[in-house]
């Protein structure tokens, strides 16, 4: 195998250790994506793009070659005539062997190069959701910790109104109930007055009466003594 092509089959390698870490359960997206945005990485990403296109272009280059080996050395067998020249026909059909091989390992490290690119971007967009699906857990606890203290102090306010109300119901009543009662003793005070005043009355007329009472006595004890005198 020429040097170029242990390269490409090095780099195929690496490829496949690079997928199995990626794909295996080794570390959670969040840490992949803190290695991603690296002080490192986040250097090389500046020119990744540029550099991924090269890539690109050279394994394209590479299996583009790896084609027309196999195109070459596919029609030889077709060229000979017979098995007269068995040397040629083995030399050919070990030259169609690594063009086959060649094939095949650019065309996997092409795959693969597009794989990891997938896989990359599709953890650190795993890792994005995951810190935005916390936050927003977060934040929606935060949010039912302050309804359920908004709602806690509505309730005692409401608790708070009703005892006031029914402290205002018992002070309206208490008021009827001095309102009936002073109405109450005014009525018992005309009544005392009233009667007060028939017993004065009454007093009146009886001392008058007494004083008649007595007048008339005399009266009669006058006439019954000029009756002895004749």
Do not use: C
Not at 182 to 211: G, I, P
């Amino acid at each position: 195998m020429s040097l170029q092509w242990s390269l490409i089959a090095g780099f195929l390698y690496i490829e496949i250790a690079i997928v199995l870490v990626l794909v295996l359960p080794v570390a959670s997206p969040r840490r992949w994506n803190s290695l991603f945005k690296s002080k490192f990485l986040q250097g090389l990403q500046r020119q990744a793009g540029v550099y991924f296109l090269i890539l690109l272009a050279i394994l394209v280059l590479f299996l583009l070659d790896a084609i027309r080996e196999m195109r070459k050395y596919s029609n030889i067998d077709s060229e000979e005539h017979g098995h007269a020249h068995l040397d040629r026909e083995m030399q050919g059909s070990m030259r169609l062997f690594r063009a086959q091989r060649n094939f095949y390992i650019s065309g996997f490290s092409l795959f693969l190069s597009l794989v990891i690119r997938r896989l990359v971007i599709l953890i650190s967009a795993q890792a994005t959701l995951q810190a935005q699906s916390e936050a927003s857990m977060r934040q929606a606890q935060s949010a039912t910790t302050a309804a359920k203290s908004l709602l806690a102090q509505h309730k005692g306010e409401a608790e708070q109104n009703e005892s006031n109300e029914a402290h205002d119901k018992e002070v309206n009543a208490l008021k009827t109930k001095i309102s009936e009662l002073e109405d109450e003793l005014k009525l018992e005070k005309k009544d005392k007055t009233a009667v007060k005043s028939q017993a004065d009355n009454l007093a009146r007329e009886y001392d008058r009466l007494a004083e008649e009472h007595s007048k008339l006595q005399k009266k009669v004890t006058v006439g019954a003594g000029d009756k002895k005198d004749e």
